[in-house]
């Protein structure tokens, strides 16, 4: 485990909310210089801690829906473990893949486009791994809270600020070029509008007013970065509430905002079958 200091985690927090901010500014916000910021940064890159910078994306604005899918494992071994691993990280509707401790043995978060595209991939799935996997839930998110890693903080001044995304927003059709951009911005948030308008064969005005365009339009939600928390001693949990008593959710989600080490409240709807993916009526 690797101990930050308070200027560590100022730096981290920032980056988390604005990743493409300057290094002056970076600084000025953490109380140290620019060059100190740019160290600092480089410190934290170099031991594995800032592992990518990134963006995070509006997909239900393109047309995608997000699900998480739930598994069990069963006739298991390290090399089979290994290749299912393997198959989820390397498909294109995979955006990540855990193991777990608890009710489930594995996770993952798919983002689902075209249904038949999308099914091809889910019977490809069990044909290869309907030994090894059990298919336990499948999970539909319609509403999130995204909470600010105020925890990173020694005070929590921030802890009413989440943002909020919701499902059934209007699709924003976007062009070749828009994702392109994208693209860029998610491979390295911080990377120079020069260096993209020159990958592209455009110009840094051009490039400049699309991507404030996506950022007004609400297709990129934030500019980030990726961090490995198992190396500051932190570890992920999963908490699935089912309410028996709806008229406690208020109450219950207060008092879960009250905690600093929460990172999101979601909601969703819960399938237990694979065959409510999709159905054919016959008559």
Same mark, same amino acid.
Not at 24 to 29: A, E, N
Not at 188 to 194: A, G, L, N, Q, Y
Not at 240 to 267: T, V
């Given at each position: 485990?690797?101990?930050?200091?308070?200027?560590?985690?100022?730096?981290?927090?920032?980056?988390? /909310?604005?990743?493409? /901010?300057?290094?002056?500014?970076?600084?000025?916000?953490?109380?140290?210089?620019?060059?100190?910021?740019?160290?600092?940064?480089?410190?934290?890159?170099?031991?594995?801690?800032?592992?990518? %910078?990134?963006?995070?994306?509006?997909?239900?604005?393109?047309?995608?829906?997000?699900?998480?899918?739930?598994?069990?494992?069963?006739?298991?071994?390290?090399?089979?473990?290994?290749?299912?691993?393997?198959? %989820?990280?390397?498909?294109?509707?995979?955006?990540?893949?855990?193991?777990?401790?608890?009710?489930?043995?594995?996770?993952?978060?798919?983002?689902?486009?075209?249904?038949?595209?999308?099914?091809?991939?889910?019977?490809?799935? /069990?044909?290869? %791994?309907?030994?090894?996997?059990?298919?336990?839930?499948?999970? %539909?998110?319609?509403?999130?809270?995204?909470? &600010?890693?105020?925890?990173?903080l020694n005070d929590i001044?921030?802890?009413?600020?989440?943002?909020?995304?919701?499902?059934?927003?209007?699709?924003?059709?976007?062009?070749?070029?828009?994702?392109?951009?994208?693209?860029?911005?998610? &491979?390295?948030?911080?990377?120079?509008?020069?260096?993209?308008?020159?990958?592209?064969?455009?110009?840094?005005?051009?490039?400049?007013?699309?991507?404030?365009?996506?950022?007004?339009?609400?297709?990129?939600?934030?500019?980030?970065?990726?961090?490995?928390?198992?190396k500051m001693g932190y570890?992920?949990?999963?908490?699935?509430?089912?309410? &028996?008593?709806?008229?406690?959710?208020?109450?219950?989600? /207060?008092?879960?905002?009250?905690?600093?080490?929460?990172?999101?409240?979601?909601?969703?709807?819960?399938?237990?079958?694979?065959?409510?993916?999709?159905?054919?009526?016959?008559?």
């Amino acid at each position: 485990m690797i101990e930050l200091d308070i200027k560590d985690r100022k730096i981290l927090y920032y980056l988390l /909310q604005d990743s493409r /901010q300057s290094l002056k500014t970076i600084g000025k916000k953490v109380g140290i210089s620019r060059e100190s910021a740019t160290y600092r940064i480089k410190r934290l890159i170099d031991n594995k801690i800032i592992t990518k %910078f990134n963006i995070n994306v509006n997909t239900e604005k393109l047309g995608y829906a997000t699900i998480n899918v739930y598994f069990a494992f069963k006739n298991i071994n390290p090399e089979i473990k290994k290749r299912i691993i393997s198959f %989820f990280v390397d498909s294109k509707f995979s955006t990540y893949v855990s193991l777990l401790e608890g009710n489930y043995d594995f996770q993952v978060e798919l983002i689902m486009g075209d249904p038949f595209e999308f099914e091809s991939f889910f019977d490809k799935m /069990q044909e290869k %791994f309907y030994k090894y996997l059990i298919l336990k839930n499948v999970i %539909f998110w319609i509403r999130a809270d995204e909470n &600010n890693y105020i925890f990173l903080l020694n005070d929590i001044n921030d802890k009413d600020k989440y943002s909020s995304w919701s499902w059934g927003q209007n699709i924003y059709f976007i062009d070749s070029f828009d994702f392109k951009i994208l693209s860029e911005l998610y &491979n390295d948030s911080r990377r120079p509008t020069k260096f993209i308008a020159n990958n592209l064969g455009s110009t840094v005005s051009i490039v400049n007013n699309r991507i404030k365009k996506l950022i007004k339009n609400n297709i990129i939600t934030q500019f980030t970065i990726n961090v490995d928390w198992s190396k500051m001693g932190y570890r992920w949990f999963h908490l699935q509430i089912n309410l &028996n008593d709806f008229s406690k959710k208020n109450l219950i989600i /207060q008092y879960i905002r009250e905690n600093p080490n929460l990172i999101r409240i979601m909601k969703g709807f819960l399938s237990v079958s694979y065959t409510h993916l999709r159905a054919h009526e016959t008559r």
